[in-house]
């Protein structure tokens, strides 16, 4: 049994969310994590990116979402999201090829509110 999974409320290392299931409450797949984006200035996770959709990796749409809209499932090493899917695919998301200006603060706020969350910086 990994760390992880013992201590769930312990530190992990972002490299280990990388590939990590994220499914909502009904246990539907709505992707995985691609990254876990970092303040420097605050060093807080800003938000973790999250792929929905396509086949090999083509076609799949990135949505930037609150990290505190995640709870962390230890059990199943499953990221939960509770939004439906089609909550999801209705969601500002871009492609790997088209990041949005993670330092456009308007940007940041409407991700924010989207997913009804406070931003980390407040």
């Known amino acids: 049994m ?10 992990v290392k972002a490299s280990s969310m990388i590939g990590t299931d994220v499914v909502n409450p009904k246990g539907d797949n709505l992707g995985d994590v691609k990254e876990v984006v970092i303040d420097p200035r605050t060093g807080k996770v800003a938000y973790v990116v999250v792929s929905f959709g396509g086949f090999l990796s083509m076609g799949e749409k990135l949505f930037a979402i609150p990290f505190s809209a995640f709870v962390y499932n230890v059990e199943e090493n499953k990221y939960v999201l ?18 949005p200006s993670m330092a456009e603060e308007k940007w940041n706020r409407d991700m924010y509110k989207y997913y009804g969350r406070s931003p980390y910086w407040e």
């Open 2 to 11: 990994s760390q992880l999974q013992v201590f769930s409320n312990s530190p």
């Open 82 to 99: 509770d939004i439906s899917k089609e909550q999801l695919e209705a969601a500002p998301g871009f492609d790997a090829d088209h990041w």
